[in-house]
């Protein structure tokens, strides 16, 4: 692994210089400063950022930009993907982002749309890096866009207001269109794609990785709490739900990442008739991955995504249902997840609508409709129902995070790098956010549960 000097040094011999090649002839750099991140955003992540004091045409200007490089032992690397993450990540900036560009351009559509959704990337190279140790490392320059505005979506902790989430629903449409618009047009650059994705299973032949241990603790404490307050959480009327619980229990409580692998596998799998909807995932797509930035009216006006370290090939109930879960508040949440769905599939809809209809060299317009009509919302929406429990999953494990104190948030990061499978990390993974964090849990399940989403667990 490198260490902090390593890092730093190959940023002021090396990446500077890198960077700044970005900005072409007739600019000049008069100097860089290098500075250390701190806090909670980089747990899997060594960060920096840079700042480049440029002249252009005898204007002053700086440009700050954000790096990131893997950190944390082998042994924390193999057991939490980093290695798996990371290359997916900068295959995402390197090679998934261009070609989606590339086809817009083709498509005769501004290819500025791509580059809208997420920060500018200046760098970005996994595998041997050249004063950087022997080993796999991963190096990612991207535009700070804090000077720009955009805030990340973390304040309130929990839950995302209206126009935040429908902006959410408003990129991740388009760029699950852009994936199967490169399927349908582009099938060689499709399966150049698809192949250079790292896949990253939930289950493990060891039984230690990352998501062994975090699902074991979210099981664990969701059924601690059932059992404890059953006789006030299951009315008379509920005997279908409780059901449900005991099934999923039955099934998936001694491995609950097999309902995760089955999740991800089946809904791609050549024999299943809705596998089209699967396609390149952000697979990370929450509020903390996300910068809003807001008019003078206060609401969104635009909005980029970060972090592709979880990127997967899989389907797209995942994005959905993670982000959807996750930041929708639990009272009214049945009228926020019907309104958003309609929403993210005409976004979706309309974005490949265009890109088929701009292609007629390759498909008539009949052919187009006849693609298009595989995608529409009443298929799209009975493929949501298989799969949209896995953001009730995410849920057990990532929100009594959100809920919990910031102290014990960093000491429950902490745990997670240096000892996960101590006892130490066990006990707080169970206690941290408490029976306010189990209580909302029990809500995303009940919802899961009335809406169709358990039926087939």
Known sequence: MSTQQQQLDYIERSLVYEIFKYFGSGVTLEGHRIECSTGLDGFMSALYTVQLDLVASERKRTEVVVVKFMKGSEEFREQSNSYIQFANEVFAYAEILPAYEHLLRTSHLSNEMVS???????????????????????????????????????SPRLTLRRDQL?????????????GYAIRLLQPQVYARLRSGVVAMPFVSSTGKSGFDVVYRVAFDRFYEFYDRQREQLIKDSDAGLAAAIERL?????????????RIRTASYADDQPDSHFATFLHG??????????????????????????????????????????MNTPSEGRAEFFADLLKKYHKYMSEMLELVLHRNRDELSDERAEELLADYSYERFEAHFKRYAFYGVMVCMHFMPRLLGSEPDCAELSRLLETDMHGQACYQLSLDIGGDVANEEIFKTVRHAYEHGYMDEI
């Open 116 to 154: 809208n959704w997420v920060p500018r990337c200046y760098f970005a190279k996994f595998g041997r890096v050249n004063s950087l140790g022997t080993g796999r490392e991963s190096v990612l320059a991207v535009k700070h866009l804090k000077s720009e505005g955009y805030e990340l979506g973390r």
């Open 166 to 178: 429908e902006a959410m629903v408003g990129l991740i449409g388009p760029f699950h269109a852009l």
């Open 249 to 261: 229990r039955k099934k998936y409580f001694t491995n609950p990442t097999h309902l995760l692998e």
């Open 284 to 325: 990370d797509y929450n509020r903390s991955n996300v910068l809003f930035h807001y008019g003078d009216d206060g609401q969104v006006d635009s909005i980029k995504t970060i972090d592709f370290q979880k990127l997967r090939f899989s389907t797209t109930a995942i994005d959905l249902s993670f982000f959807m879960y």
